[in-house]
């Protein structure tokens, strides 16, 4: 049964999508603890993992898509909620958001209410995505703290088509800012881990142990397919 069939009947309304994109190079146990939260937090029935195929934003050599997406899936078999979307993988050219949550919503028949994740050290630089001022007319954005990346005013880096309300009353932690004609924003404290992908490649390349920082199945692939080590930076 397709995921918006499945979805329909599992509540009344619309359902509640979390769209978590990135690079996942690789996905680690932090990535899958912040989804949780959020998933539940804000009571969501889904959360797309969505691996980037050509991040604009990202340079130098990493694993191409497909290995990626493989890994997301690994990682999230698992968890019922969780499901890996190979929609930017597959698409050809650079990996433009503001396509994903068209599509996104296109496939849903604009049933449902998206959530799009995203940590403080991205949204400083969102005026530089493709589009970006049309990006709340398809998703509300959850804004999370980042090592190094304290939750502060989204105000002074929002695109000028963006024009922000007073904030709501906080909630468990969350705090809403309605932008005026189009979604909100939520700010969300969440448990920020020291662990990220940067380091785990790392430890990969020195030959030192990343059990417990990704899944075991994320784990043995890298492993089976020697990424990241000095003889294949590019997987």
Same mark, same amino acid.
């Given at each position: 049964m397709p995921l918006k069939n499945r979805l329909q009947e599992s509540r009344r309304g619309p359902a509640r999508i979390g769209v978590y994109g990135g690079t996942f190079n690789p996905i680690h146990v932090a990535h899958l603890i912040l989804a949780e939260e959020i998933r539940e937090r804000f009571r969501l029935d889904r959360v797309l993992f969505v691996p980037s195929g050509a991040p604009p934003h990202k340079s130098g050599s990493f694993p191409e898509g497909r290995r990626r997406l493989e890994m997301v899936r690994k990682a999230v078999a698992g968890n019922s909620a969780f499901t890996a979307l190979d929609l930017e993988v597959k698409r050809r050219g650079p990996s433009f958001t503001i396509e994903t949550l068209r599509e996104i919503r296109r496939r849903s028949g604009g049933e449902w209410e998206l959530f799009f994740l995203i940590g403080m050290d991205a949204f400083t630089e969102i005026t530089t995505w493709h589009r970006s001022g049309e990006l709340l007319d398809f998703a509300h954005f959850v804004i999370f703290p980042r090592p190094g990346y304290s939750l502060e005013d989204p105000g002074r880096y929002v695109p000028r088509e963006w024009?922000?309300?007073?904030? $709501?009353? +906080?909630?468990?932690?969350? &705090?809403? /800012?309605?932008?005026?004609?189009?979604?909100?924003?939520?700010?969300?404290?969440?448990?920020?881990?020291?662990?990220?992908?940067?380091?785990?490649?790392?430890?990969?390349?020195?030959?030192?142990?990343?059990?417990? $920082?990704? +899944?075991?199945?994320?784990? &043995?692939? /890298?492993?089976?397919?020697?990424?990241?080590?000095?003889?294949?930076?590019?997987?």
């Open positions: 024009k922000t309300e007073a904030p $709501l009353r +906080p909630r468990r932690g969350i &705090r809403r /800012i309605p932008v005026a004609g189009k979604k909100s924003l939520f700010l969300a404290e969440t448990l920020s881990l020291p662990v990220s992908a940067s380091a785990i490649r790392r430890r990969v390349r020195e030959g030192r142990s990343i059990t417990y $920082l990704v +899944p075991g199945a994320v784990e &043995r692939y /890298i492993r089976r397919h020697d990424l990241y080590t000095t003889r294949n930076k590019g997987g």
